[in-house]
C-alpha cells in the first residue's frame, strides 16, 4: 500500500501572455496570473492544481499548507476542517467580495486527487465516480477585443468590435477547434449592437447553439426589453442583470432558461435561488465550489431540482483543463457544452504543450491522476513571467482605462 500521507504543499505563481479581452468589468491586461500547486505525498508522488494566482490565495495557500503535512490525500474533510480552523475571509475580485476558503480548499483538494491517482495509477474520473463519456464536449468562448494591448502592436486575432468581426472571430475558433455552441461575453457595448453581433452569429451558423453573458451589466428593463429578440435565439441567457431577486424577475417573464457562474456561486444562495425561481442553469466552477468533490455533490443537487449544468471558466492552463475535462467526464447530467478560454491562451505549464481540443470536444486525458504532468522549464518561464509584471491581482479596470481615459466599472452599466 502505497503512503498516502502529504509531505509537502507547494504553490507556484504564474503569469501568461492574454489578449486584450473586453468584458463588463474592463478589458483583460498583457498578462493574466494562475497559480500551480503541488501536492507531494510520503513516497514521493506529486499531484497537481491549478487555481488563481491573486495574492490573497496564495498567502492563504502557505498558510494552510504546514498544518497539512501528515494528512492522506484521500482525507478530503480533514482538509476543510483545517481550512476552517484559519481565518480567510473573503477577497474582491470580478464578482465582488468572494469567500475565500472554497478557493483555497479547491486549489489544494485538485493535487490530492492527482496525487492519489497517480499513487494508486487510477483516473481522476475513475474515483470521482466512474467516466460517462468519453470526450467532453466545449463551447467556442467569443470576446469582443481590442486589436492589441494598449502601446502595444495588433495581435493575430485583430480588433473585434463588430458583427462581422465577431464571425470571423467565431469562424477562426470553429475552424481550428471544431465548437457547436457559440458564446458571446457581452455587457461591452450598446446592447442593442451585441444582440446584433449575435445575430450575424446566428446568419453565419445556423445550427449553433448560441448564449450571451453581459457579466450582470443590463439592467431589469434592458433584459426585459431585449427578451423578444433573444427569444428563439439563444439557449439560454447568463447573468443578464445583478443580483438573485433582478434575475428572477427577468426569469417569470421568459422561458429562455437563464444561467450564472455570478449570483449562484456557493451552496448558501441556491435556496434563494429556488425560493425566487431565477436561475435554472448553473455554470460550476470547481476552482470556487470547493474542488471535484463538491462539484460532483453540486451536480447531483442540479439533478434533484430540475436545475441544468455546465461549467464557467476563466483564462486557465491545462492543468485546469484537465481538471475540469475529468470532472466533466464523471458528470452524468451535464446538460450544455463547457466554456474555456483556452484558446485564447499561447502559454502552457504541462508537459507535451497545450491539450487538443477537436470537434468541439476533449478527451479524458490518458494516464492516472489527471493525467498532466508539469514541464518545469515552463513553470519557471512563468513564474519569472510573473515577477516580472508585478501584478498581484486582476485589474480589468485599469487596464481599460490606459485605452478608454475615464472609463469606470459600472454594473449594471446599460
Ligand atoms: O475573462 O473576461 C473574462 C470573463 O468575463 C470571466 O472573467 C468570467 O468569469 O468567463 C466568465 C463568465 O462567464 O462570467
Ligand atoms: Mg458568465
Not at 485538485?110 to 492519489?116: C, F, I, K, N, P
Amino acid at each position: 500500500m502505497p503512503d498516502l500521507r502529504i509531505a509537502d504543499v507547494r504553490i507556484t505563481p504564474i503569469a501568461f501572455t492574454d489578449p486584450p479581452l473586453l468584458n463588463n468589468a474592463g478589458c483583460h491586461q498583457p498578462f493574466a496570473l494562475r497559480s500551480i500547486i503541488e501536492v507531494e505525498t510520503e513516497d514521493g508522488v506529486i499531484g497537481l492544481g491549478e487555481s488563481y494566482g491573486t495574492k490573497a490565495l496564495i498567502d492563504a495557500v502557505v498558510a494552510l499548507a504546514p498544518s497539512l503535512r501528515g494528512l492522506p490525500v484521500t482525507d478530503l474533510n480533514g482538509l476543510l476542517a483545517r481550512a476552517r480552523a484559519q481565518d480567510m475571509g473573503g477577497i474582491t475580485g470580478y464578482f465582488g467580495v468572494q469567500a475565500l476558503l472554497p478557493r483555497v480548499v479547491s486549489a489544494i483538494e485538485v493535487a490530492m486527487w492527482d496525487a492519489l491517482g497517480k499513487a494508486l495509477n487510477m483516473r481522476v474520473c475513475d474515483l470521482l465516480g466512474g467516466q460517462v463519456r468519453a470526450r467532453v464536449p466545449f463551447s467556442a468562448y467569443l470576446f469582443y477585443k481590442f486589436a492589441g494591448h494598449a502601446g502595444q502592436d495588433a495581435d493575430d486575432w485583430g480588433e473585434v468590435l463588430t458583427p462581422e468581426q465577431l464571425v470571423g472571430e467565431a469562424q477562426r475558433l470553429v475552424d481550428s477547434y471544431g465548437f457547436e455552441a457559440i458564446k458571446l461575453k457581452a455587457g461591452i457595448l450598446e446592447p442593442e449592437a451585441e444582440i446584433a453581433g449575435l445575430e450575424a452569429l446566428r446568419a453565419a451558423f445556423p445550427k449553433a447553439p448560441l448564449r450571451i453573458d453581459p457579466n450582470g451589466g443590463w439592467t431589469v428593463e434592458t433584459a426585459l426589453k431585449l427578451l423578444p429578440r433573444l427569444t428563439g435565439l439563444v439557449e439560454y441567457l447568463e447573468d443578464p442583470t445583478k443580483g438573485i431577486e433582478g434575475n428572477a424577475r427577468v426569469q417569470a417573464a421568459t422561458d429562455i432558461p437563464l444561467a450564472t457562474n455570478m449570483y449562484v456561486v456557493a451552496d448558501e444562495h441556491l435556496p434563494a435561488n429556488m425560493a425566487q425561481g431565477a436561475f435554472r442553469v448553473i455554470l460550476s466552477d470547481h476552482h470556487y465550489w470547493g474542488g471535484l468533490k463538491a462539484s460532483r455533490d453540486l451536480a447531483r443537487i442540479c439533478e434533484i431540482w430540475g436545475l441544468g449544468l455546465s461549467m464557467h471558466s476563466n483564462s486557465h492552463m491545462g492543468i485546469s483543463l484537465a481538471a475540469m475535462t475529468h470532472l466533466a467526464a464523471a458528470t452524468p447530467n451535464l446538460t450544455y457544452d463547457c466554456d474555456t478560454h483556452y484558446p485564447w491562451q499561447v502559454d502552457e505549464v504541462i508537459e507535451g504543450g497545450k491539450l487538443k481540443i477537436e470537434g468541439g470536444s476533449l478527451a479524458v486525458p490518458e494516464g492516472p491522476g489527471l493525467g498532466v504532468t508539469l514541464d518545469r522549464a515552463q513553470l519557471a518561464r512563468l513564474h519569472r513571467n510573473y515577477l516580472d509584471c508585478g501584478y498581484t491581482r486582476r485589474d480589468d479596470e485599469t487596464e481599460m482605462q490606459k485605452h478608454q481615459p475615464g472609463w469606470s466599472f459600472a454594473r449594471p452599466r446599460y
